[in-house]
Protein backbone atom coordinates (compact mmCIF):
# COMPACT_ATOMS: atom_id res chain seq x y z
CA UNK A 1 0.00 0.00 0.00
CA UNK A 2 0.89 3.80 -0.39
CA UNK A 3 0.65 6.77 1.62
CA UNK A 4 0.57 10.07 0.23
CA UNK A 5 2.33 12.85 2.56
CA UNK A 6 0.64 15.78 3.59
CA UNK A 7 1.15 18.98 0.58
CA UNK A 8 4.25 20.06 2.38
CA UNK A 9 6.30 23.52 1.06
CA UNK A 10 10.27 23.82 0.86
CA UNK A 11 12.92 26.49 0.12
CA UNK A 12 14.34 26.92 -2.95
CA UNK A 13 16.56 30.18 -4.00
CA UNK A 14 13.80 32.65 -3.08
CA UNK A 15 10.59 30.90 -3.58
CA UNK A 16 8.64 28.31 -1.65
CA UNK A 17 7.44 25.49 -3.10
CA UNK A 18 4.68 23.30 -2.97
CA UNK A 19 5.39 19.46 -3.68
CA UNK A 20 3.57 16.28 -2.94
CA UNK A 21 5.64 13.15 -2.04
CA UNK A 22 3.68 9.45 -2.85
CA UNK A 23 5.57 7.01 -0.04
CA UNK A 24 6.61 3.27 -1.81
CA UNK A 25 9.28 1.50 -0.27
CA UNK A 26 11.71 0.14 -2.29
CA UNK A 27 10.12 0.91 -5.71
CA UNK A 28 11.96 3.54 -8.03
CA UNK A 29 10.80 7.06 -8.02
CA UNK A 30 9.11 9.20 -10.62
CA UNK A 31 9.45 13.38 -10.55
CA UNK A 32 6.61 14.17 -12.62
CA UNK A 33 7.22 17.90 -13.87
CA UNK A 34 4.56 20.32 -14.94
CA UNK A 35 3.85 22.44 -18.24
CA UNK A 36 3.72 26.07 -18.07
CA UNK A 37 0.93 28.17 -16.67
CA UNK A 38 -0.83 24.67 -14.66
CA UNK A 39 -0.43 23.30 -10.90
CA UNK A 40 0.52 19.38 -10.01
CA UNK A 41 -2.83 18.65 -10.36
CA UNK A 42 -2.06 18.51 -14.35
CA UNK A 43 -1.22 14.60 -13.49
CA UNK A 44 -4.14 13.81 -11.80
CA UNK A 45 -5.38 11.56 -14.69
CA UNK A 46 -1.62 9.17 -14.11
CA UNK A 47 -1.80 9.54 -10.32
CA UNK A 48 -3.09 6.56 -9.26
CA UNK A 49 -1.64 4.23 -12.00
CA UNK A 50 1.46 5.66 -11.50
CA UNK A 51 1.45 5.64 -7.17
CA UNK A 52 0.73 1.67 -7.43
CA UNK A 53 4.40 0.92 -9.10
CA UNK A 54 6.81 4.25 -8.10
CA UNK A 55 7.48 6.36 -5.60
CA UNK A 56 5.57 10.13 -7.38
CA UNK A 57 6.82 13.09 -6.95
CA UNK A 58 5.06 16.04 -8.11
CA UNK A 59 4.87 19.84 -7.24
CA UNK A 60 3.84 23.44 -8.01
CA UNK A 61 6.49 25.35 -10.10
CA UNK A 62 7.55 28.99 -8.79
CA UNK A 63 4.67 31.44 -9.23
CA UNK A 64 2.16 28.01 -10.04
CA UNK A 65 -0.84 26.93 -8.07
CA UNK A 66 0.64 27.41 -4.30
CA UNK A 67 4.05 28.17 -4.57
CA UNK A 68 5.39 31.67 -4.47
CA UNK A 69 6.73 33.82 -6.58
CA UNK A 70 10.58 34.76 -6.54
CA UNK A 71 11.58 37.99 -7.11
CA UNK A 72 13.78 37.83 -10.36
CA UNK A 73 12.11 39.74 -12.79
CA UNK A 74 13.61 36.39 -15.55
CA UNK A 75 14.07 33.39 -14.83
CA UNK A 76 16.69 30.89 -16.11
CA UNK A 77 15.93 27.62 -17.20
CA UNK A 78 18.75 26.29 -14.86
CA UNK A 79 16.87 27.99 -11.42
CA UNK A 80 13.99 25.46 -12.74
CA UNK A 81 16.18 22.76 -12.95
CA UNK A 82 17.71 23.86 -9.72
CA UNK A 83 14.24 23.56 -8.30
CA UNK A 84 13.27 20.51 -9.16
CA UNK A 85 16.41 19.27 -7.72
CA UNK A 86 15.60 20.85 -4.42
CA UNK A 87 12.20 18.97 -4.26
CA UNK A 88 13.80 15.72 -4.67
CA UNK A 89 16.47 16.49 -2.46
CA UNK A 90 13.84 17.29 0.12
CA UNK A 91 12.15 13.97 -0.57
CA UNK A 92 15.63 12.54 0.22
CA UNK A 93 15.27 11.22 -3.23
CA UNK A 94 19.05 10.60 -5.23
CA UNK A 95 17.59 8.95 -8.42
CA UNK A 96 14.23 9.40 -10.09
CA UNK A 97 12.97 8.97 -13.62
CA UNK A 98 12.28 12.22 -14.97
CA UNK A 99 8.88 12.97 -16.97
CA UNK A 100 8.07 16.42 -17.94
CA UNK A 101 5.48 17.77 -20.27
CA UNK A 102 6.09 20.99 -22.38
CA UNK A 103 7.64 23.64 -19.76
CA UNK A 104 8.30 20.39 -17.93
CA UNK A 105 10.35 18.54 -20.63
CA UNK A 106 12.45 21.71 -21.39
CA UNK A 107 13.28 21.30 -17.62
CA UNK A 108 14.07 17.62 -17.59
CA UNK A 109 16.37 18.21 -20.12
CA UNK A 110 18.03 20.71 -18.27
CA UNK A 111 18.52 18.32 -15.09
CA UNK A 112 19.71 15.85 -17.58
CA UNK A 113 22.34 18.20 -18.45
CA UNK A 114 23.38 19.89 -15.35
CA UNK A 115 22.64 16.96 -13.24
CA UNK A 116 23.03 13.52 -15.14
CA UNK A 117 23.70 11.31 -11.99
CA UNK A 118 20.10 12.07 -11.10
CA UNK A 119 18.65 10.78 -13.39
CA UNK A 120 17.57 7.13 -14.33
CA UNK A 121 15.44 7.52 -17.43
CA UNK A 122 14.17 10.43 -19.10
CA UNK A 123 10.39 11.23 -20.54
CA UNK A 124 10.04 14.16 -22.78
CA UNK A 125 6.46 14.74 -23.38
CA UNK A 126 5.29 17.59 -26.37
CA UNK A 127 8.50 19.73 -25.65
CA UNK A 128 11.56 21.45 -27.79
CA UNK A 129 14.75 22.56 -27.32
CA UNK A 130 14.34 25.92 -28.66
CA UNK A 131 10.83 27.11 -29.39
CA UNK A 132 11.09 30.68 -31.67
CA UNK A 133 10.19 33.32 -31.97
CA UNK A 134 11.88 35.32 -29.14
CA UNK A 135 9.27 38.31 -30.04
CA UNK A 136 5.95 35.69 -29.74
CA UNK A 137 6.93 35.13 -26.20
CA UNK A 138 7.64 38.71 -25.44
CA UNK A 139 4.66 39.81 -27.00
CA UNK A 140 2.95 37.03 -24.35
CA UNK A 141 5.30 37.96 -21.23
CA UNK A 142 3.89 41.50 -22.23
CA UNK A 143 0.21 40.65 -22.54
CA UNK A 144 0.02 38.97 -19.46
CA UNK A 145 2.04 41.89 -17.66
CA UNK A 146 -0.86 44.07 -18.71
CA UNK A 147 -3.66 42.09 -18.63
CA UNK A 148 -3.74 39.29 -16.38
CA UNK A 149 -3.80 35.45 -17.16
CA UNK A 150 -7.26 35.98 -18.88
CA UNK A 151 -5.08 37.56 -21.53
CA UNK A 152 -4.16 34.17 -23.16
CA UNK A 153 -6.20 31.49 -21.08
CA UNK A 154 -8.90 30.90 -24.39
CA UNK A 155 -5.94 31.11 -27.03
CA UNK A 156 -3.79 28.38 -24.78
CA UNK A 157 -6.40 26.18 -24.47
CA UNK A 158 -7.30 26.07 -28.32
CA UNK A 159 -3.81 25.14 -28.74
CA UNK A 160 -3.62 22.60 -25.83
CA UNK A 161 -6.80 20.70 -26.38
CA UNK A 162 -7.85 19.61 -30.03
CA UNK A 163 -11.43 20.93 -30.96
CA UNK A 164 -13.07 17.42 -30.96
CA UNK A 165 -11.92 16.94 -27.43
CA UNK A 166 -12.67 20.23 -26.09
CA UNK A 167 -16.30 19.38 -27.13
CA UNK A 168 -16.47 16.01 -25.98
CA UNK A 169 -14.47 16.75 -22.50
CA UNK A 170 -15.63 20.76 -21.66
CA UNK A 171 -14.97 19.31 -17.32
CA UNK A 172 -11.14 18.48 -18.46
CA UNK A 173 -10.68 21.56 -20.00
CA UNK A 174 -12.42 23.55 -17.66
CA UNK A 175 -10.41 21.72 -14.99
CA UNK A 176 -7.40 23.32 -17.12
CA UNK A 177 -9.00 26.56 -17.58
CA UNK A 178 -9.25 27.09 -13.86
CA UNK A 179 -5.46 26.39 -12.99
CA UNK A 180 -4.37 28.65 -15.85
CA UNK A 181 -6.69 31.16 -14.37
CA UNK A 182 -5.77 30.57 -10.74
CA UNK A 183 -1.83 31.28 -11.72
CA UNK A 184 0.04 33.99 -10.49
CA UNK A 185 1.11 36.28 -13.72
CA UNK A 186 4.43 36.89 -12.54
CA UNK A 187 4.81 33.47 -12.20
CA UNK A 188 3.48 32.71 -15.51
CA UNK A 189 6.12 35.35 -17.08
CA UNK A 190 9.04 34.38 -14.74
CA UNK A 191 8.60 30.83 -16.57
CA UNK A 192 8.05 31.67 -19.78
CA UNK A 193 10.78 34.54 -20.09
CA UNK A 194 12.93 30.79 -19.02
CA UNK A 195 11.13 29.46 -22.63
CA UNK A 196 12.08 32.93 -24.22
CA UNK A 197 15.68 32.45 -23.72
CA UNK A 198 16.24 29.08 -24.40
CA UNK A 199 18.20 27.40 -26.69
CA UNK A 200 19.06 23.50 -25.65
CA UNK A 201 19.41 22.32 -29.35
CA UNK A 202 23.43 22.01 -29.65
CA UNK A 203 23.58 20.89 -25.49
CA UNK A 204 20.83 18.05 -25.52
CA UNK A 205 23.22 16.32 -27.57
CA UNK A 206 25.07 15.41 -24.97
CA UNK A 207 22.16 13.58 -22.86
CA UNK A 208 23.44 10.07 -22.08
CA UNK A 209 19.74 9.00 -20.40
CA UNK A 210 17.90 6.41 -21.90
CA UNK A 211 15.04 8.66 -23.37
CA UNK A 212 11.60 8.54 -24.64
CA UNK A 213 10.01 11.59 -26.44
CA UNK A 214 6.00 11.38 -26.71
CA UNK A 215 4.86 13.77 -29.39
CA UNK A 216 1.32 14.77 -30.17
CA UNK A 217 0.65 14.47 -34.09
CA UNK A 218 -2.28 17.71 -33.77
CA UNK A 219 -0.15 19.65 -31.59
CA UNK A 220 0.34 23.18 -32.79
CA UNK A 221 2.42 24.66 -29.62
CA UNK A 222 5.20 21.88 -29.60
CA UNK A 223 4.63 20.30 -33.37
CA UNK A 224 5.86 17.19 -34.63
CA UNK A 225 9.33 18.43 -35.73
CA UNK A 226 10.50 19.41 -32.28
CA UNK A 227 9.93 15.81 -31.53
CA UNK A 228 12.03 14.79 -34.11
CA UNK A 229 15.12 17.01 -33.47
CA UNK A 230 15.10 15.69 -30.05
CA UNK A 231 14.88 11.75 -31.20
CA UNK A 232 17.88 13.00 -33.73
CA UNK A 233 19.95 15.04 -30.83
CA UNK A 234 19.69 12.09 -28.18
CA UNK A 235 21.51 9.03 -29.17
CA UNK A 236 19.47 6.24 -28.90
CA UNK A 237 16.03 7.67 -27.35
CA UNK A 238 12.67 6.36 -28.15
CA UNK A 239 10.05 8.65 -30.26
CA UNK A 240 6.52 7.80 -29.59
CA UNK A 241 3.33 9.88 -31.15
CA UNK A 242 0.25 9.98 -30.04
CA UNK A 243 -3.53 11.43 -31.27
CA UNK A 244 -3.74 14.26 -29.33
CA UNK A 245 -2.55 18.42 -29.09
CA UNK A 246 -0.36 20.09 -26.45
CA UNK A 247 -1.53 18.09 -23.08
CA UNK A 248 -1.46 14.39 -24.50
CA UNK A 249 -1.31 13.00 -20.80
CA UNK A 250 -5.25 14.51 -20.52
CA UNK A 251 -6.18 14.04 -24.14
CA UNK A 252 -4.79 10.83 -24.59
CA UNK A 253 -4.43 9.92 -21.05
CA UNK A 254 -4.69 6.07 -20.92
CA UNK A 255 -2.34 5.75 -23.51
CA UNK A 256 -0.06 8.54 -22.22
CA UNK A 257 0.18 6.50 -19.19
CA UNK A 258 0.16 3.02 -20.51
CA UNK A 259 3.19 4.79 -23.22
CA UNK A 260 5.01 5.81 -19.77
CA UNK A 261 4.99 2.65 -17.67
CA UNK A 262 5.72 0.57 -20.52
CA UNK A 263 9.57 2.41 -21.29
CA UNK A 264 9.99 2.30 -17.46
CA UNK A 265 10.11 -0.56 -16.99
CA UNK A 266 11.67 -2.21 -20.06
Given amino acids: MFTIQEMKTLTSGDAQLRYEHTLRPGAPALLLINSLGVSLEMWDDQFE ?9 RYDARGHGKSTVGSAADLPLSQLADDALAVLDACG ?7 GLSLGGMTAMQIALQAPDRVLKLVLCNTSPYLPTREAW ?10 GMAAVTETTLDRWFTSDFRESSPQKVDRVRNMLLSTDPLGYVQCASAIRDMDLREDIQSIGSKTLILAGLRDPSTPLPHAEAIHAAIVGSKLVTLDSAHLSNIQCASQFTATLQDFLVT
Wanted: positive net charge.
Fill in 49 to 57: SLSERYELI
Fill in 93 to 99: IARAHVC
Fill in 138 to 147: QSRIDAVRSQ
